[in-house]
T-cell receptor, first 115, second 117 residues
């Protein structure tokens, strides 16, 4: 285990539903990230939080809404998604997002299917 | 713009044979380079990184990678492949800048390694 836990592991939702993805890290890290993984595409960075403050918003559609209530928890709120949003959503954490040589610790991801 | 290329979607190798997974990169200034592995139904797991110093970096599970600045490459290698090495491997690059702001990590598309018994 990496110390980063994501729930749920699988999620199927309709385009009109509202759901949330949850991520929790037990590593004492200050930075948390959301990535989108689609087949045969590079991992896409969506959001970066450092000490609960958003420091990067990578041109993500507003139907994805992140929330970071504290440095251990990160949420991704989903509403009115499109079928092309179906993907594996990965949460990651690191000690300090300003340090370029740091490795990322990833959760196992939420496999999202939008019908 | 920063980028990573993994030219092979899949690499097949017989168990016991040496393996190489290729990666080339483009970044402004000096790079920090990483390899991650993803097993089925799991998130990415750190394998090794190059920061500075010796061009040959050793990592987890017997993997190593060689940094070649002139060829802007960071190929992943292992002398003797195991069936359990079968997984998806991602190369990543980050600029070694110290501006105080967020330095984006750029990942490649991944290479599926299949080790055949």
């Amino acid at each position: 285990e990496t110390g980063v836990t994501q729930t749920p592991r699988h999620l199927v939702m309709g385009m009109t539903n509202k759901k949330s993805l949850k991520c929790e890290q037990h590593l004492g890290h200050n930075a948390m990230y959301w990535y989108k993984q689609s087949a045969k595409k590079p991992l896409e960075l969506m959001f970066v939080y450092s000490l609960e403050e958003r420091v990067e918003n990578n041109s993500v559609p507003s139907r994805f809404s992140p929330e970071c209530p504290n440095s251990s928890h990160l949420f991704l709120h989903l509403h009115t998604l499109q079928p092309e949003d179906s993907a594996l959503y990965l949460c990651a954490s690191s000690q300090d997002q300003r340090r370029s040589n740091e490795k990322l610790f990833f959760g196992s991801g939420t496999q999202l299917s939008v019908l | 713009a920063q980028s990573v290329a993994q030219p092979e979607d899949q690499v097949n190798v017989a168990e016991g044979n040496p393996l190489t997974v290729k990666c080339t990169y483009s970044v402004s200034g000096n790079p920090y380079l990483f390899w991650y592995v993803q097993y089925p139904n799991r998130g990415l797991q750190f394998l090794l990184k190059y920061i500075t110093g010796d061009n040959l970096v050793k990592g987890s599970y017997g993997f190593e990678a060689e940094f070649n600045k002139s060829q802007t490459s960071f190929h992943l290698k292992k002398p003797s492949a195991l069936v359990s090495d079968s997984a998806l491997y991602f190369c990543a690059v980050r600029a070694a800048l110290n501006s105080g702001g967020y330095q984006k990590v750029t990942f490649g598309t991944g290479t599926k390694l299949q080790v055949i018994p």
